[in-house]
């Protein structure tokens, strides 16, 4: 297939062919524009089975059973995390993969957690529960919208508003560890503060800590690897209220700091 491109002079050139369906790149190479056809198999492959694990969730929520689908959640989390930092190790990044991620993300983070929160609670308030749902999932959407059009304008220490992994995991942290409660008035008042709240924080202009800026990479005392012990000792005995707890907690973080950011300090020796 060839295609056209017009040259500075407005007129048509069909200088490059490209096979039809195949995905072609530009990019630079020292200084110069090189046209580059196919995609990297690696990254893109973490990020597919990303997608997999948030669709896997949403089928096992339609089907009942909410602790597969929460813990398929935060196995797309982990993938998520994967894909990125392994394009940069192996300098496989690309804006397919880019977009890819970012599309994988709204299934994962966004559609997934809020269905899986329906079928578990929500359904059964017609339609207070899916205008809850959809609350969640617009809020995803705007936040990864948001996010891509940032990126490299922003102090990479924070995330302005919530992420939606960690807003993801909220949602999914809760269902995992109340999925064998009775239904009760709190706790479908709880899912609904949870999942709305999250969709409103994602959206948000508060500060979140990124953690971008440790050092992973230097020396530490060995002490620190005790401590890394005991955070997987921790989490192995209660995963779900655990991590629950944990990712509840950074989302209440930002509002805490902003908080607290907003008061202004007094001066020294100033009275009571």
């Known amino acids: ?150 990126i490299g304008s922003v102090d990479k220490k924070f995330f302005v508003g919530l992420p939606s992994p960690a807003a993801a995991a909220c949602v999914a942290g809760l269902v995992w560890c109340f999925h064998l409660f009775e239904p009760a008035a709190w706790l479908t008042l709880l899912t609904m503060v949870v999942v709305a709240g999250t969709g409103v924080l994602m959206v948000s202009n508060i500060l979140y800590r990124s953690f971008k800026d440790l050092d992973l990479r230097g020396r530490v005392p060995f002490a620190a690897i005790l401590l890394v012990v005991l955070v997987f000792v921790v989490i192995a005995l209660d995963p779900a209220t655990v991590l629950f707890t944990g990712f509840l907690i950074y989302a209440l973080s930002g509002p805490v700091r902003a908080l607290f950011r907003g008061k202004p300090r007094k001066a020294p020796g100033a009275a009571d």
């Open 1 to 150: 297939m060839t295609e056209e491109r017009k040259t500075a002079d407005g007129k048509q050139n069909l200088d490059y062919e490209v096979e039809a369906g195949e995905v072609v790149e530009e990019e630079l190479v020292e200084g110069a524009p090189v046209r580059r056809k196919g995609i990297y198999l690696l990254p893109n492959a973490l990020t597919t089975a990303s997608l997999f694990s948030g669709f896997y969730a949403i089928v096992s929520a339609a089907n009942g059973v909410f602790d597969n689908a929460a813990i398929a959640i935060f196995v797309s989390m982990i993938l998520d995390g994967l894909d990125g930092r392994v394009a940069r190790m192996t300098n496989t990044q690309s804006k397919f993969g880019e977009e890819y991620d970012s599309l994988a993300d709204m299934v994962a983070f966004g559609v997934a957690p809020g269905l899986v929160a329906f079928f578990w609670s929500l359904n059964a308030f017609d339609k207070v529960g899916w205008a809850v749902t959809f609350i969640y999932v617009a809020g995803a959407a705007l936040r990864l919208a948001r996010f891509n059009t940032q």
